[in-house]
């Protein structure tokens, strides 16, 4: 299959927030895994190979974005437990370094 242009895209997903909720559902193991979210985004817009994935031009940092609005300010999509007390733990901890070094 080759790499699904923007149009095709457009088509299929009325926009990147449509992709990450798509696979969000249909995939639950990436509810825990941005690195795994971006892969299987990429796989669903065509992407065999590493070669590909540059040419998608699919920025990971929007992935993780997208990804963070659906499951923090919508409550869909949840993660696990444990990597929700992961995710909050390390919130804590930067907080925390962001107070004691005056930033």
């Keep these: 299959m080759a790499l699904k242009n923007l149009k095709e ?7 990147t927030k449509d992709l990450v909720e798509y696979i969000l559902r249909v995939a639950p ?7 795994a979210l971006y892969i299987y985004c990429c796989a669903e817009l065509g992407c065999k190979t590493f070669q590909d994935i540059i040419k998608l031009n699919l920025n990971i ?8 609005l659906i499951q923090n300010n919508e409550g869909r999509y949840l993660p ?3 990597t ?4 909050k733990k390390r ?5 925390e370094y962001m107070i004691t070094n005056g930033r």
């Design 91 to 95: 919130e804590r901890n930067i907080k």
């Design 29 to 35: 193991d990436t509810r825990d895994n941005d690195t």
């Design 9 to 15: 895209i457009e088509t299929e997903f009325e926009n």
């Design 80 to 82: 696990s437990e444990k």
């Design 61 to 68: 940092t929007t992935i993780h974005r997208i990804r963070r």
């Design 84 to 87: 929700q007390k992961k995710r």
